[in-house]
C-alpha cells in the first residue's frame, strides 16, 4: 500500500530532519504538530480549502491554528510556543528550499516565558477554605468553583450557561457556598432580569460580567490567597489533577466527564506525564 503523506513535503521534510540527526520521537513529535495544524486548516480555512496549497498560507492563517490552540484547547504557553517553533522550522525549510514563495511564520512571535512552568494543583485541595472565606469576592471563589468541575472561563461567562451547570452535584463546602452563593445572586437577578451567574451589579447596558470584569475580582484575591489567579491555568490544572487521579478510568469516560475531544485529551495527558516526570 502506498505511503500517503499526512501534511504536504512529509517524505521530504522527515529526511531533512533525519539528516539533522534529530531522535525519532522528535519527528514523530513534528508530525504530530504539523498534521494536526494541516487537518485544522482542511476543516476551517476557507482559504485552504480551495486548492490546499502550502504555498498559498500567510501568517494569519497560521495564527488562526495557534489561536485556536489557546482559546479552544487552553495550551500553555510552553507548548504554544513548541508548537510554534515546530511549524516555524517546517516552513522555514519550505522557504528555503523554494517550495514556498514566502515565509509565513517569520512575525509570528513565542508566548512570554513568565508562566512556562506547569500548572499547580494546590489549590483545588485548599478549596474547601477557599469557598469558605467570606474576604475573597462571591465571583472569585464561584469561578474557582466552576473551574474544579472543569468549566472554562469561556463557557462559563457565557450568557444561559446556568442551563448547563447541575448544581444538584454539589456537596459539602460546595453545597454550602452554592447556597450562600444564591442568598447574593438571586436579588441581583432580579434587578437584571437575567438568571445568569455572573452579572453586574450595577444596572444598565449589557448585565452579564465581562473576562476583564472578572478579573478585576480576581487580581486582588490573587494577592490574598498567594498564587495566580489565572482561568486558563486553574481549568489546565483542574483537567490536570482530575487525570493523575483517575488514571485507571477508560479515555471514553475521561473525555466524557471532562467534556474533552480526543485531540484535547491527548494533550492534556501529555501535560500530566510531564508534571510527574
Known sequence: MAHTNQYPYQDSFEQYLTIQ???????????????DL?????DFNTGYQRDHRVATLLDRDVEQYLAMLVNERQVTNGTYNKVLSHINIYFKYLFTHDLIPQYPTVTLKGKSHDQLQTPSTKWIYLLPDILANETLAVYTRLSLLLLSHFYPAKE???PGFYDQFDATTLTGAEADFWQ??????????QRQHSQDLFLKQRFGGDPHLTSPGLHKYLKPDAKVLGFPL????????????YLLTHSTQSDSTIAETLRLDPQSLGYYRQLAREMTA
Open 21 to 35: 540527526e534529530l531522535a525519532q520521537a522528535t519527528i514523530d513529535e513534528y508530525s504530530s504538530v504539523l498534521t
Open 38 to 42: 494541516f487537518r485544522y486548516l482542511s
Open 156 to 158: 462559563f461567562l457565557t
Open 180 to 189: 450562600r452563593y444564591q442568598q447574593f445572586i438571586q436579588p441581583i437577578q
Open 230 to 241: 489565572t482561568p486558563t491555568r486553574l481549568y489546565q490544572s483542574a483537567i490536570v489533577n
